[in-house]
């Protein structure tokens, strides 16, 4: 069974630190897709990056940045020079291809709770 | 325009009441899907529809029951509800032929009396 691991329940920084949020998952799969989504206070779930498995290239987009690594089974997530806005919770996510028609079943993380203090 | 939206925002129900939420995406997306998130828990997936078929039932108790009119459209409609049935209903939807990232709408906020 696939397994997605987010160690880090709850994370506090102060502004304008660099923070890392760990993500480790588990599965059978050759080809999987691993996502990190954005939950603020609001509560609707905004999607950030997809990855596949055969893409090992670090991503980069703005502030935040992306570490996947398959020899150990990680995909970090880290928000450079983090700002009040980006408090929030993030959820790793893992895909799992259930059915003829293509679709997937995401298996989230538990989450990481992420306050910036001003 | 990748945005998904759900209505009504916050719903209070009585166990007994029947009430529909509702979802709606102008992406052209041909699966949606229906989402249950608890209080400082990740979403739990409720059900999928594909091509406005169903295409999975994660063992989601009768008293709540999915339909999908058209593509664009998707709503769950509740009947005999427990308290324990409150929280957060997130639908999404994703691309069939592309990119399978799921776009997720703002929710409904439900609570069962």
């Known amino acids: 069974a696939q397994k997605v691991t987010q160690a880090q329940t709850e994370i506090s920084v102060v502004e304008k630190e660099d923070v890392t949020l760990d993500c480790v998952y588990e599965?059978?799969?050759?080809?999987?897709?691993l996502f990190w989504y954005k939950q603020p206070p609001s509560g609707e779930l905004v999607f950030l990056i997809r990855r596949n498995s055969f893409d090992e290239q670090n991503e980069i987009s703005g502030r935040y940045s992306w570490n996947f690594q398959k020899s150990t089974s990680s995909f970090n997530f880290t928000i450079t020079a983090s700002q009040v806005v980006d408090s929030a919770v993030y959820f790793c996510?893992?895909?799992?291809?259930?059915?003829?028609?293509?679709?997937?079943?995401?298996?989230f993380g538990t989450g990481t709770r992420l306050t910036i203090i001003p | 325009d990748t945005e998904v939206t759900q209505t009504p925002k916050h719903l209070v129900m009585g166990m007994t009441n029947k009430k529909s939420l509702k979802c709606e995406q102008h992406m052209g997306h041909r699966a949606m899907y229906w989402y249950k998130q608890k209080a400082k828990k990740p979403p739990e997936l409720m059900f999928v529809y594909s091509y406005e078929k169903l295409s999975i039932n994660e063992s989601v108790p009768s008293r709540f029951s999915p339909e999908c009119p058209n593509s664009s459209l998707l709503n769950l409609h509740l009947h005999a509800l427990q308290p324990e049935d409150s929280a957060l209903y997130l639908c999404a939807s994703s691309p069939r032929d592309r990119n399978y990232e799921q776009y997720f709408g703002p929710g409904t906020r439900l609570t069962v009396t």
């Open positions: 599965t059978r799969d050759t080809t999987y897709y």
């Open positions: 996510a893992l895909s799992e291809d259930i059915s003829n028609f293509g679709n997937e079943k995401l298996t």
